[in-house]
T-cell receptor
Framework: QKEVEQNSGPLSVPEGAIASLNCTYSDRVSQSFFWYRQYSGKSPELIMSIYSNGDKEDGRFTAQLNKASQYVSLLIRDSQPSDSATYLCAVAEKLTFGTGTKLQVIP | DAGVIQSPRHEVTEMGQEVTLRCKPISGHDYLFWYRQTMMRGLELLIYFNNNVPIDDSGMPEDRFSAKMPNASFSTLKIQPSEPRDSAVYFC???????????FGPGTRLTVL
């Protein structure tokens, strides 16, 4: 089992819809979780961090963490074509990234 | 701040040659990371430093790879000899707190023929 798992996609959603990206991790002691966005040919950039169970909202983005289920997700509301990218889930203490989910927002 | 700086941005070399990748972290950041990204394996941590000292090099694939950080503002990743399977994008990242956000450089795209 990989330490951080994501569905590779591509996940296609129409413009204006909600995109839901999921990530599971294997290390129960992990405390810090991050979502990075990576455009093709570019470096990863942080869009959300979450440390406590529950939801954390920032603009159109909501991160959800459930430590009991070892599950973290990212919701993107009102998806825009500019959101089309690969989204990487990262677990900090193990410094481990998932392989990423490619999101395509269809105009 | 200029962010994390990496050079070269692109490197094309022939199998067996030595390759040196360079990184300048953000000033004040005590942690520096080297990653390799491929389509098949995603983003893999190779090694990270804290205060110029290598902390975990378990991700370094084999003895052909070596990394140094002679001072707080410079690090190198060397591959000798290079092989075609080393072709990937190599990222350097830095942060001031291990559990906090990492800032990535633009990456070096390495092609080994």
């Amino acid at each position: 089992q990989k330490e951080v798992e994501q569905n590779s996609g591509p996940l296609s959603v129409p413009e204006g819809a909600i995109a839901s990206l999921n990530c599971t991790y294997s290390d129960r002691v992990s405390q810090s979780f991050f979502w990075y966005r990576q455009y093709s040919g570019k470096s990863p950039e942080l869009i959300m961090s979450i440390y406590s169970n529950g939801d954390k909202e920032d603009g159109r983005f909501t991160a959800q963490l459930n430590k009991a289920s070892q599950y973290v997700s990212l919701l993107i509301r009102d998806s825009q074509p500019s959101d089309s990218a690969t989204y990487l889930c990262a677990v900090a203490e193990k410094l481990t990234f998932g392989t990423g989910t490619k999101l395509q927002v269809i105009p | 701040d200029a962010g994390v700086i990496q050079s070269p941005r692109h490197e094309v070399t022939e199998m067996g040659q030595e390759v040196t990748l360079r990184c300048k972290p953000i000033s004040g950041h005590d942690y520096l990371f080297w990653y390799r990204q491929t389509m098949m394996r995603g983003l893999e941590l190779l090694i990270y430093f804290n205060n110029n000292v290598p902390i975990d090099d378990s991700g370094m694939p084999e003895d052909r790879f070596s990394a140094k950080m002679p001072n707080a503002s410079f690090s190198t990743l060397k591959i000798q000899p290079s092989e075609p399977r080393d072709s990937a994008v190599y990222f350097c990242a830095s942060t001031d707190v291990l559990s906090d956000e990492q800032f990535f450089g633009p990456g070096t795209r390495l092609t080994v023929l």
